[in-house]
């Protein structure tokens, strides 16, 4: 079961903003390289953490709106989210351990 969670502008709010579990959100576009090879490894700790943590992808040209208002200025983007509010950021590709010991700090 794909525990991913798909966000855009109109449900950011109750997705993210709203949810009980910290969130980490994966901001990234069709057109990025280095999203389509964090991807894999979002998806992953989408499965591992499934019940602890939110793991939600918002694609940066559907839902531009959210992008800006976060200041979004280069993909791929994880904020981590606890609480409704910003907790911590990565850019850029990352590897999985770099994720775990956020989200580890997160939980």
């Known amino acids: 079961m794909n525990s991913l969670v798909h966000v855009d502008d109109s449900n950011f709010d109750a997705e993210v903003l709203g949810s009980s579990l910290p969130v980490l959100l994966d901001f990234s576009a069709e057109w990025c390289g280095p999203c389509k090879r964090l991807e894999p490894v979002v998806e992953e700790v989408a499965g591992e953490y499934q019940g602890r943590l939110k793991v939600a992808h918002l694609d940066i040209d559907r839902a531009q709106a959210t992008a800006v208002k976060y200041g979004i200025m ?3 983007t994880i904020l981590f989210f ?3 509010k910003v907790r911590d ?8 351990e770099k994720l775990v010991e956020k989200i580890s700090l997160l939980l």
């Open 82 to 84: 606890k609480e409704g």
């Open 74 to 76: 280069s993909v791929p």
């Open 89 to 96: 950021q990565v850019l850029g590709y990352v590897p999985k």
